[in-house]
């Protein structure tokens, strides 16, 4: 089992930045990737970010390339989202997830067993 805690979330005016972090607990040395997603109001969940446990290898939604940056600390057993340049459609219920089967780095939400409770992030225009 693996328990994830994200923090950072928060209100920010759009152009700004936030750090997301998201620490894991427990079995985290089968974990093979770590993933964020995000859910807006009225819409289905979606992919924003994955890094490799181990490895330089990770993912963006293009609707994020070039603004985040996924990074990690192992000694930390911590996953982070550095978000800049936020626009008011970055306003979300943002998720950290565990992938302890598949491989990774997935942008699949079922290539993920564990899941945090998500943190909000609100951008005002």
């Known amino acids: 089992q693996v328990q994830l805690v994200e923090s950072g979330g928060g209100l920010v005016q759009a152009g700004g930045s936030l750090r997301l972090s998201c620490a894991a607990s427990?079995?985290?040395?089968?974990?093979?990737?770590m993933g964020w997603f995000r859910q807006a109001p009225g819409k289905e969940r979606e992919f924003v970010a994955a890094?490799?446990?181990?490895?330089?290898?990770?993912r963006y939604a293009d609707s994020v390339k070039g603004r985040f940056t996924i990074s990690r600390d192992n000694a930390k057993n911590t996953v982070y989202l550095q978000m800049n340049s936020l626009k008011p459609e970055d306003t979300a219920v943002y998720y950290c997830?565990?992938?302890?089967?598949?491989?990774?780095?997935?942008?699949?939400?079922?290539?993920?067993?564990?899941w945090g409770q998500g943190t909000q992030v609100t951008v005002s225009s």
């Open positions: 997830a565990a992938d302890q089967q598949y491989g990774g780095p997935s942008r699949r939400e079922n290539e993920y067993e564990y």
């Open positions: 427990g079995r985290t040395f089968r974990t093979y990737a």
């Open positions: 890094i490799l446990w181990r490895g330089s290898s990770t």
